[in-house]
């Protein structure tokens, strides 16, 4: 646990998962990245579903809720899901706080493995797994996955968040734009892994951490060139990051890293026309 201004902030483990390593690095050759993360017998690399928890002036604040637990037996074995170790509500319960009391949830984007824990079953009924929040998202981004194009509609499962929309219990707050969230906290809004992804920026006049979602999934995709296949726009996540990561290098803005097995944060520093971790 950390302190920034006013915020307390826990990171919060849901668990872990498997997605193919070269659709994780894109043109990167596997030679270079599996030094990084080694690939299991089918090519797949481990994964956290990290997400952060802010706590102060009177907010509960949780940045992304992983995969949840709704899925099917297939697509568990698909993805390599592993709650072994991690849940959200059990990482909540760990920094003291039951989902009743979240009062707001950041969704940097509606992919399955950022939203799938936003809800729940009911019996039945798929319902906002946090009663009392309002849930907060970019409404270009919103209706970009209410419409998905073929590419990304298998990561767009409707059942993680059209519930946010249609359960009366359930707050949804459609953005329109970056910009302060709260006292210190910001958002930035990016297109490059999908249209409308919002980072969440964290500050004081001595700390800034940046909760950089896809647009750096790991440490090892501080370099400019490690994008992955998935992103809409590689290009435009190549020019992104050559922005945000220079500002953060020269600033020293912690980079809060939500799928990275083993690295939770770090600094960064200019490597030449590239980016590196301290």
Not at 48 to 67: E, F, Q, S, Y
Not at 128 to 153: D, I, K, S
Not at 259 to 269: F, G, K
């Amino acid at each position: 646990m950390r302190r920034i201004g006013p915020y307390s902030l826990f990171s919060i483990e849901t668990g872990r998962f498997r997605l193919d390593g070269g659709a994780m690095f894109g043109v990167v050759p596997k030679p270079l990245w599996e030094k990084r993360i080694p690939a299991d017998e089918r090519n797949r690399i481990t994964l956290a579903m990290r997400c952060l928890l802010l706590v102060g002036n009177g907010k509960v604040i949780l940045i992304d809720t992983g995969i949840g637990d709704k899925h099917e037996a297939k697509f568990a074995d698909i993805f390599g899901i592993d709650h072994a170790h991690s849940t959200l509500e059990g990482s909540l319960a760990k920094a003291g706080y039951a989902p009743e009391e979240v009062t707001d949830v950041i969704l940097t984007h509606l992919h399955f493995d950022h939203c799938g824990g936003a809800t729940r079953r009911d019996g039945e009924r798929i319902v906002a797994t946090f009663p009392n929040a309002t849930y907060h998202l970019q409404r270009e981004h919103w209706e970009w996955a209410m419409q998905p194009n073929p590419r990304e509609r298998a990561s767009f499962l409707k059942e993680n968040f059209e519930p946010l929309a249609t359960d009366a219990t359930a707050r949804l707050n459609l953005l329109d734009g970056g910009g302060e969230f709260a006292d210190g906290i910001e958002l930035l809004v990016v297109h490059g892994h999908t249209r409308g992804m919002q980072l969440v920026r964290v500050r004081d006049e001595a700390t800034t951490l940046l909760f950089a979602a896809d647009l750096v999934p790991t440490s090892a995709h501080v370099p400019l060139p490690w994008v992955m296949a998935y992103d809409i726009e590689p290009l435009r996540t190549i020019e992104e990051k050559d922005r945000i990561l220079g500002t953060a290098a020269d600033e020293g803005w912690h980079l809060f890293f939500e799928h990275d097995a083993e690295v939770e944060s770090a600094l960064i520093e200019r490597d030449g026309a590239t980016f590196r971790v301290k």
